[in-house]
């Protein structure tokens, strides 16, 4: 039996799932509980403490950027990590420039892969009210395009660059505000439109439905199924997302806007990672707890169905290529036990 203690701080909540025969206490770092990286280590950390592997402390609403740094320096002990920024850490790139490319190539090698999942699909959405004219209308709006400091932000902004040649600040105007101010951001009408992390069906844009019916643009045929697209579709710790399009695909009063009835977006991929210093049984062990409940995991939520978690296909988990990462040496066996052979270019 576990206790479930929610304790609101200033950026984020704190959950604590205890169970008297866990063996360890862990610390993980991830986003809201409402995502499928909060739903999925929220889940891991009821079925951890279940199996008496581990007390899994969880703060939620974290800024994934830090996370991830934190893992790597041995801070936390596991964080959700869209494999963008492991990449960015290697190269001291983007929010990891002042580190420099050494450092931050020291620091992403202590870095393991448990398991994988696609994070969100980024989508361009408005209020019908605000009769927003799509991903032609972007030039002088403005845009509500995540957190201050983080992988959204980028995943955002390029897919404005690649759409238009627009750069925030000369073509558009973008607002950031971290993830607690979200839905707040979305239903004040401070900006015309949002480019922002969906879910099918997604909880963030189904609240801000409640406020009025909005719409949902696909990303432009034209430019999805260019050289350049399909370039930035592959793109570390990135995948090409196209998903029919069905009544209530993004949630209620929630309308899609495609050119032949496919919605098509670019989305995030990652996973759970830990330091390479893990324990090899404790990895082991939380990689099991994943495999044996991902039935329980998918049923969380409507969206967590549809998130690529278990699969181990390169274009669906954004392992190998550019990606530095690899599973933990635990995780492999895990995996193994499960039949499942893993890409051995994926492997340590």
């Known amino acids: ?99 420099g490319a050494e450092e931050g190539a020291e620091l992403a090698s202590n870095l393991a892969v448990l398991y994988t999942y696609r994070f969100a699909v980024f989508g361009l959405s408005a209020y019908h009210s605000k009769n927003f004219g799509g991903w032609n209308a972007l030039e002088g709006s403005t845009i509500y395009n995540g957190p201050p400091r983080g992988a959204a932000l980028n995943k955002a902004r390029a897919m404005v660059r690649l759409a238009t040649g627009m750069n925030e600040g000369e073509g558009y105007t973008g607002i950031q505000v971290n993830w607690g101010q979200a839905n707040a951001t979305i239903t004040d009408g401070s ?16 609240q801000g439905a409640a406020s009025g019916q909005m719409v949902v643009f696909s990303y432009p045929k034209d430019i999805f199924e260019s050289e350049s697209g399909i370039k930035y579709g592959k793109a570390p710790g990135g995948a090409a997302v196209v998903v029919p399009i069905h009544e209530n695909l993004i949630g209620p009063n929630i309308s899609v806007q495609s050119e032949d009835g496919f919605f098509r977006g670019y989305a995030d991929v990652g996973g759970e990672v830990v330091n390479v210093s893990m324990d090899a049984d404790t990895a082991y062990k939380l990689t099991k707890a994943f495999l044996d409940g991902l039935s329980k995991l998918k049923a969380r939520t409507p969206s967590m169905a549809d998130t690529w978690l278990g699969e181990t296909e390169t274009a669906k988990t954004g392992m190998c290529g550019p990606n530095p990462m690899k599973y933990h040496p635990g995780a492999v066996r895990a995996w193994k036990e499960a039949g499942v052979d893993l890409p051995d270019c994926a492997k340590p």
């Open 1 to 99: 039996m576990f206790k479930l203690n929610v304790i609101t701080g200033v950026v984020a909540a704190i959950f604590f799932v205890s169970s008297a025969h866990a063996q360890e206490n862990l610390t993980a770092e991830t986003t809201a509980p409402m995502t499928v990286p909060g739903q999925t280590i929220l889940g891991l950390s009821e079925l951890s403490a279940a199996a008496g592997i581990a007390d899994i402390q969880v703060a939620t609403g974290q800024t994934l950027t830090n996370s991830v740094q934190n893992v790597s320096e041995g801070k936390t002990d596991i964080a959700a990590a869209p494999f963008a920024l492991p990449f960015l850490l290697s190269k001291g790139a983007g929010p990891y420039a002042s580190l």
């Open 191 to 206: 900006a015309d439109a949002h480019i922002l992390p969906m879910g099918f069906p997604d909880a963030r844009m189904s």
